[in-house]
């Protein structure tokens, strides 16, 4: 996906997220919200945030894996610190396996703002299972 080879997945054109490097176990992804993403009090919702999280750990985790197997996300616990407003500049989201696993892997993530500060974190758990036919 990141060399263009292969179309990004749907939810990354919704959420404005591209994913810009990926090493096994890490990667990184960049947003730059718009107001669609405000909230009633015009800050950026935390679900974008959520969601960054969500998918950088993922894929984090999907870099581990060998072809033909999938993952899910289980659980994941998410801590903003901060709020994203208007101006923010654009958020970057690094994702890393702290632990693989045949059944389930685990992942931690952050996001920081344009200036560095660090804007939220999250813990996620992965199910890991075999695509196809079952």
């Not at 919704?14 to 669609?36: K, Q």
């Not at 994203?84 to 500049?89: E, K």
């Not at 994702?95 to 952050?110: L, N």
């Amino acid at each position: 996906m990141i060399d263009g080879r292969l179309p990004p997945a749907p939810i990354g054109g919704l959420m404005a997220m591209t994913a810009v490097s990926v090493d096994e176990g890490t990667v990184e992804f960049r947003c730059l919200p718009d107001e669609s993403a405000y909230n009633p009090i015009g800050v950026v919702h935390g679900g974008l945030v959520c969601t960054l999280l969500d998918s950088v750990a993922g894929c984090a985790v999907h870099s581990t894996l060998p072809s033909g197997v999938g993952y899910t996300s289980l659980e994941i616990e998410v801590s903003c610190l901060r709020p994203v407003r208007n101006g923010g500049g654009e958020l970057t989201a690094i994702g890393r396996v702290t632990k693989p696993g045949r059944r389930a892997a685990f992942a931690d993530g952050e996001v920081r703002d344009g200036d560095g500060r660090l804007i939220a974190t999250a813990s996620s758990t992965c199910l890991v299972f075999p695509l196809g036919d079952e």
